[in-house]
């Protein structure tokens, strides 16, 4: 419980950098709390979407990944980053990513601060 409790904080921590950031990927809200409360539930659902669909998509994937050394991990980040956003607008939350390459750079900067934060949080072991 505590090691899922930590990912997500990582996760909102690292989309919420992300959103800083970048002007093309958007969080709305009508106060800073419901804001506070969209990000935790971006989180808990972009982690939703790299602990079931980033796998596959990974496996589906794998000559490519060894082809290009693992870069193509970084397009991987971008389509689950993506997905969330499109799940998200399915769901009426206020969070949007505009565009793939936006979705790239986005990814690589949520996959650094989510290293980092894993890093620096307690892991609960």
Known sequence: MMNFLVK??????ALAVAVWLLDK??????????????LIIVALLFGLVNFLVKPVVKLLSLPLLILTLGLFT?????????????LADKLDLSFHVDGFWTAVVGGLIISVV?????????DGD
Do not use: Y
Request: hydrophobic share 55%; charged share 5%.
């Open 8 to 13: 997500t904080i990582a996760n909102a921590g």
């Open 25 to 38: 990927i958007t969080l709305t809200g009508d106060s800073t709390g419901k804001e506070f409360a969209t």
């Open 74 to 86: 970084l397009v991987v980040n971008a389509l689950m980053l993506l997905l969330t956003s499109w």
């Open 114 to 122: 989510s290293w980092a934060l894993h890093v620096i949080l307690p």
